[in-house]
C-alpha cells in the first residue's frame, strides 16, 4: 500500500475553502455541517494560505482560552503547509505527515489545491485490504474441507 499513488486515495472529497478573514466559530459551524475535519484557508480557491483542523481548534483557540466569535482563521491556522501532489505515493504522505507532526495534507499541483488526504484515509483503505485478505482465506478454508 505505501507505493500507491495520492491520486488514487483522493475520492468524493468535500473541500471546504474559507477565507482568513472568516471566524473560528463560522469555520467550525461549516465544519460541522458537512462532516469535515478542516479547511482550506484560501484568498478565492486557487492559493492556499493555510489550512485549519480540529487539532487547530482544540490547540490553538480552545485550550488558549480564545473567543471562537472574535477570532479568524488567519490567526490560527497552520500558515503555508506542506503539501503533496497526486503522484507521489501514500508512503511519501506518511513520511511527510510524521516529519511535520500534521494529520492531514492538502494534496495541489501548481498551487492549486485538489484535495486534503488525512491519516484516516490511508488507515481506512489499510482495513478493507485486511477485510478482503480474511474474506479470501473464509474462502479457502471452506473450500479445503
Do not use: C, W
Request: no cysteine.
Amino acid at each position: 500500500m505505501p507505493h500507491r499513488r495520492i491520486q488514487d486515495v483522493l475520492r468524493n472529497q468535500r473541500l471546504l475553502h474559507l477565507e482568513p478573514t472568516v471566524t473560528v466559530r463560522e469555520a467550525a459551524r461549516e465544519m460541522s455541517l458537512r462532516h469535515v475535519a478542516a479547511v482550506l484557508v484560501t484568498e478565492g480557491e486557487d492559493r492556499l494560505d493555510g489550512i485549519f483542523t480540529e487539532r487547530d481548534l482544540l490547540d490553538r483557540v480552545v485550550v488558549p482560552g480564545l473567543d471562537p466569535d472574535a477570532t479568524p482563521l488567519g490567526k490560527v491556522m497552520t500558515a503555508n503547509p506542506a503539501t503533496i501532489t497526486p503522484s507521489q505515493t501514500v508512503g511519501e504522505a506518511l513520511q511527510l505527515m510524521d516529519a511535520k507532526g500534521v494529520r492531514h495534507l492538502p494534496v495541489a499541483v501548481d498551487g492549486r489545491v485538489l484535495g486534503v488526504v488525512s491519516m484516516r484515509d490511508f488507515v481506512a483503505d489499510e482495513v478493507a485490504v485486511l477485510d478482503k485478505l480474511h474474506e479470501m482465506e473464509t474462502q479457502y478454508a471452506e473450500h479445503m474441507r
